[in-house]
Each structure stands twice: as C-alpha cells, then as structure tokens.
Nanobody, 126 residues
Framework: QVQLGESGGGLVQAGGSLRLSCELS????????MGWFRQVPGKEREFVAG????????RYIDSVKGRFTISRDNARNTVYLEMNSLKPEDTALYYC???????????????????WGQGTQVTVSS
C-alpha cells in the first residue's frame, strides 16, 4: 500500500511563496525518483520538477527555473517543492508522483510514474 500525501497548497498573492510537501509511506523512499506535476482544468497534466533518488540530479520546466526548487529528505520520507515569485499562471492542482523505474535520470512523462498523490491546490491571485 504505497501512499503519497501532498500538503502546503493555498491562496497567495503574486510574488509570494509557498512550500509544498509530499510524504511517502508504504515502501523504501530512497528507492524511487520523485516528481511534481500540475494540472489546470481542460489541460493535460504538466511536469514541473523532478529529483533522483539520491538528490544528485534535478530537472525543471523552463517556466519555473530560478523560481522553484525541488529537494528531498529521505530520512523523513519527504519531498519538497519550494515555490518563490509565484505568478497567476502557476495556479493549478499540484501532484507529487513516484517513479520506480529510474534512478539516475528523471522522467518527464506522466505514464512513467507509478504512484500518485491526491493533489494540493495552489492559487495565485493578481
């Protein structure tokens, strides 16, 4: 029973910051790569950021580079997404996901991920 739980979403004004957290239970946390995705109604789910199992490699979409930072604390079985300088276009439902199949590379397509959380809503006002 693998379970992912996101938290930290909310309403924030443009230019503000939020930190999302994702806790993993039910398996060895360090054995999986982790990613953050987001989705707006009517659009496809979009890869945002990813991190390898050991935290040595990260990957971001261009629109969040320099503003978002993904990190992980394997001792706490937790992955974080620090979001700074938020923009209204960042508004979305944010999901964390776990990938069992990659340890040294980060997948950016949704179907490569094996486990998903329920999502946490981020809303950025003008």
């Amino acid at each position: 029973q693998v379970q992912l739980g996101e938290s930290g979403g909310g309403l924030v004004q443009a230019g503000g910051s939020l930190r999302l957290s994702c806790e993993l239970s039910g398996r060895t946390f360090s054995s999986v790569a982790m990613g953050w995705f987001r989705q707006v109604p009517g659009k496809e789910r979009e890869f945002v950021a990813g991190i390898t199992w050991n935290g040595m490699n990260t990957r971001y979409i261009d629109s969040v580079k320099g503003r978002f930072t993904i990190s992980r604390d394997n001792a706490r079985n937790t992955v974080y997404l620090e979001m700074n300088s938020l923009k209204p276009e960042d508004t979305a439902l944010y999901y964390c996901a776990a990938d069992r199949g990659h340890h040294s590379v980060i997948a950016v397509v949704e179907y490569e991920y094996d486990y998903w959380g329920q999502g946490t809503q981020v809303t950025v006002s003008s």
